[in-house]
Nanobody, 124 residues
Framework: QVQLVESGGGLVQAGGSLRLACAAS????????MGWFRQAPGKERGIVAA????????YYADSVKGRFTISRDNAENMVYLQMNRLKPEDTAVYYC?????????????????WGQGTQVTVSS
């Protein structure tokens, strides 16, 4: 069992930066592949970035490549999403997700555990 709690969301102007954090509780955190997803009003929840359980593979949605960076600190049971050069279209609720033994997975159906989400709003 893994519990995930996101933090770091907020209101930022276009061009600004935010760093989302996901605190994980439970054993064997380092064995979990991690993902960040987002869901805007009226849209489906979609992948933003993913990090394999080995930590050596990453995936980014085309819309965030070059702007967002996913990382993890296994010693602290934390996963981060650094978001730079934010755009109004990045506005959404951002969710952290975990899946045991996952490599790179960009489908939400592959992830077992989810956080409650954190709101990110980018003003123009």
């Amino acid at each position: 069992q893994v519990q995930l709690v996101e933090s770091g969301g907020g209101l930022v102007q276009a061009g600004g930066s935010l760093r989302l954090a996901c605190a994980a509780s439970g054993r064997s955190f380092s064995s979990y592949g991690m993902g960040w997803f987002r869901q805007a009003p009226g849209k489906e929840r979609g992948i933003v970035a993913a990090l394999s359980w080995t930590g050596d593979s990453t995936y980014y949605a085309d819309s965030v490549k070059g702007r967002f960076t996913i990382s993890r600190d296994n010693a602290e049971n934390m996963v981060y999403l650094q978001m730079n050069r934010l755009k109004p279209e990045d506005t959404a609720v951002y969710y952290c997700a975990a899946g045991y033994g996952l490599g790179i997975r960009n489908s939400r159906h592959d992830y077992e555990y989810w956080g409650q989400g954190t709101q990110v709003t980018v003003s123009s």
